[in-house]
């Protein structure tokens, strides 16, 4: 009873057989009171034609006898009985040999192992004072017989009927199960494989199987993101070790030696003493820097980005009021638009892409130098420039500087790597374009951003 199939088969035989049995009881029922309405009715009109015939014969005080009506009720079952002050003035056929009942109306009499159906009237006469009775009588073993005919027959149809119904639904139900078993078949390939990119065709079958077909659709979507969110996840997990790992090492090992050096000689002069701990204290900011770099590598891997209307004008505007502060010897020339400028993002990923251009330009320009922003928006999209007036990226390099921990040879200002790394990622995750150019207004790098336009907003 696990089966699908057999349970329909089981639940189509439980109501055709209540049907079955209901149809068969209520034909037997109205066969059984049509055949009794007909004896009634016989016995009723032979009261009445035997009753006048009487009358003429008790008016000329003459026996009524008559062989012919008495073969007729003989071969029929049938019997008449007149009696006038409880003698029997006539009996003709084959009547019971109860007395007749003093109540007029029908009823059913049983004598010995036969039963009789019996009609009893009073002979409607003024000269007989009430005193004459005629009674109409019929066996009714016939009529028991052929109900019992027919009940077998009902029964036996009716199991012939309910048997091939039952077989007929069990193969029908194969047939109509022949699109969930290709649905089954089609989702244990599916977990066979373990391929969440497979789809399963929402267009044949009947209406439930395609809303079915949908919704593992949209499961095996839901699934599919999940797992590339999981992997994505665990790459970037993998990816942070072995990066943290790699770059780790050497500044832990410059401090841990630094650190060994005044615990093995306390005596130091207090220039050299003074030297190590600068050092030692310039390492632990390197770790920190690069630890801070690995971790939004890291989440911008992983992030869900949920995108929503961002003002890069106002992010921008944040960014260069952080940076002003840490570096208060560098000149900031910005050209921000009055406006909005609005582009369709994820707004922690944008604000790394502003922070670290700006304190790249800051960082690795001219100490005092200048560093020019400019943020500009249309139709089109968003732009942003970034220059310095340092040494630049010559051209050669300008494709390899986007991958971390890179570095340009012949660099002497310190960094993580990690800078341009976390801009190419988060430009990616938003469809942005990055260049590379010489700045000819400052002599250093120039960097351009342009952010594709915002969709229009749906109408709901």
Not at 331 to 336: C, D, G, H, N
Not at 372 to 383: K, T, W
Request: proline fraction near 6%; hydrophobic fraction near 40%; include cysteine.
């Amino acid at each position: 009873m696990r089966s699908l199939r057999a349970r329909l088969s089981l639940g189509v035989a439980g109501v055709l057989t209540v049907v079955l049995v209901v149809c068969g009881v209520s034909v037997s029922r109205y066969v059984e009171r049509n055949e009794r309405e007909t004896v009634d009715d016989r016995l009723q009109r032979t009261a009445e034609i035997t009753q006048a015939n009487a009358l003429l014969a008790l008016e000329r005080e003459v026996p009524l006898d008559s062989t012919e009506l008495d073969d007729v009720l003989r071969a029929s079952g049938t019997s008449v009985r007149l009696q006038v002050g409880g003698l029997d003035f006539l009996d003709l056929g084959t009547a019971p040999s109860t007395p007749v009942s003093p109540r007029a109306g029908l009823r059913t009499v049983t004598q010995g192992d036969r039963r009789y159906r019996v009609y009893t009237a009073a002979v409607d006469d003024p000269t007989l004072s009430g005193l004459a009775r005629i009674e109409a009588a019929t066996r009714v073993e016939r009529i028991e017989r052929r109900q019992r005919e027919l009940d077998r027959n009902l029964l036996l149809f009716g199991s012939i009927a309910l048997l091939l119904a039952v077989v007929a639904t069990f193969v029908f139900a194969n047939v109509l199960l022949r699109p969930l078993q290709r649905l089954r078949k089609l989702t244990h390939g599916i977990a066979g494989s373990e391929d969440l990119d497979q789809r399963i065709p929402a267009d044949e079958g009947p209406a439930e199987l395609r809303a079915l077909a949908e919704s593992f659709d949209e499961m095996l979507a839901r699934l599919a993101q999940s797992s590339a969110d999981r992997e994505r996840a665990l790459e970037a997990t993998r990816r942070f070790a072995a990066d943290a790992g790699h770059e780790l090492r050497t500044p832990l090992t410059s401090v841990q030696a630094n650190l060994s050096a005044l615990h093995r000689h306390p005596g130091l002069p207090v220039e050299k003493r003074t030297a190590l701990l600068e050092d030692a204290l310039g390492e632990q900011q390197r770790l920190v820097a690069l630890l801070d770099g690995l971790q939004a590598l890291a989440r911008g891997d992983v992030a869900p980005l949920e995108h929503a209307p961002v003002d890069l004008a106002e992010q921008l505007d944040h960014t260069l009021e952080a940076i002003r502060a840490r570096y208060p010897g560098t000149r900031f020339e910005v050209e921000l638009p009055e406006d909005p400028v609005e582009v369709e993002g994820w707004a922690p990923g944008l604000r790394l892409v502003l922070d670290n251009l700006v304190r790249n330009a800051a960082h690795h320009g001219r100490p005092g130098g200048t560093v020019r922003v400019a943020l500009s928006g249309n139709g089109h999209g968003a732009d942003l420039v970034v220059e310095d007036d340092g040494r630049g990226i010559p051209e050669a390099d300008r494709g390899r500087v986007f991958e971390p921990f890179a570095r340009v040879d012949g660099t002497t200002v310190p960094g993580s790597g990690l800078g341009l790394a976390l801009v190419a990622q988060q430009a990616g995750h938003h469809g942005a374009d990055v260049a590379l150019e010489d700045s000819e207004a400052l002599g250093g790098l120039r960097v351009r951003v342009h952010f594709p336009p915002s969709p229009p907003p749906r109408q709901d």
